[in-house]
């Protein structure tokens, strides 16, 4: 069974402050997928990435894949309330699904 | 564009019933994934399909589950006989036929079995 692991399971911190949230696993993926999910909704692609060591920039969010391919993490400088969320990862896995990590919910107070 | 359109958005059921829940691609969309997420937890696979074919149902359960996604309409995935376990929110992604890493997602329906 794939696993991905992601830590923190749980993040509470204060407006303006940075985070790192880590993705890890045992296995290679081809690609990883960082997704944001909102209470009652579904997950909300927020970038993939697919070469090992890639690193990608969406605003204040910063993402990279690791050399081999079995880890990610996300970087948030400066955070908001608008940030709060689930935040997880995804890696393809048998070129037909995605597995999903255990997930990282992140509270950003005001 | 109409985003993945799933309904109904909540579901109740009593313990031995069935429940149905429905799944509409965006437009252009031939493949099909349905996700179950318990309370605190990530999304699990449970099958991927594409029209009038089942491609990989490995995260389905043996019993009481099926899912179909018909030439015409949208996918059903059906649980027979619910139980309280199966209580759970449910989503639906679909994506082109270029890749699995392309899914977009629909609100989810969350079942509660009584």
């Known amino acids: 069974t794939q696993l991905l692991e992601q830590s923190p399971q749980f993040l509470s911190i204060q407006e303006g402050e940075n985070l790192t949230v880590y993705c890890n696993s045992s296995s290679v993926f081809s690609s990883l997928q960082w997704y944001r999910q909102e209470p009652g909704e579904g997950p909300v692609l927020l970038v993939t990435v697919v070469t090992g060591g890639e690193v990608k920039k969406l605003k204040r969010l910063t993402f990279q894949f690791g050399d081999a391919r079995k880890d990610s993490s996300l970087h948030i400088t400066a955070a908001q309330p608008g940030d709060t969320g689930l935040y997880l990862c995804a890696g393809v896995y048998n070129t037909d699904k995605l597995i999903f990590g255990t997930g990282t919910r992140l509270q950003v107070f005001p | 564009n109409a985003g993945v359109m799933q309904n109904p958005r909540h579901l109740v059921r009593r313990r031995g019933q069935e429940a149905r829940l429905r799944c509409s691609p965006m437009?252009?969309?031939?493949?099909v994934y349905w996700y179950r997420q318990l309370p605190e937890e990530g999304l699990k696979f449970m099958v991927y399909l594409q029209k009038e074919n089942i491609i990989d149902e490995s995260g389905m359960p043996k019993e009481r589950f099926s899912a179909e996604f018909p030439k015409e309409g949208p996918s059903i995935l059906r649980i027979q006989q619910v139980v309280r376990g199966d209580s759970a929110a449910y989503f639906c992604a679909s994506s082109p036929p270029t890749g699995v890493e392309t899914q977009y997602f629909g609100p989810g329906t969350r079942l509660l079995v009584l």
């Open positions: 437009k252009g969309h031939s493949h």
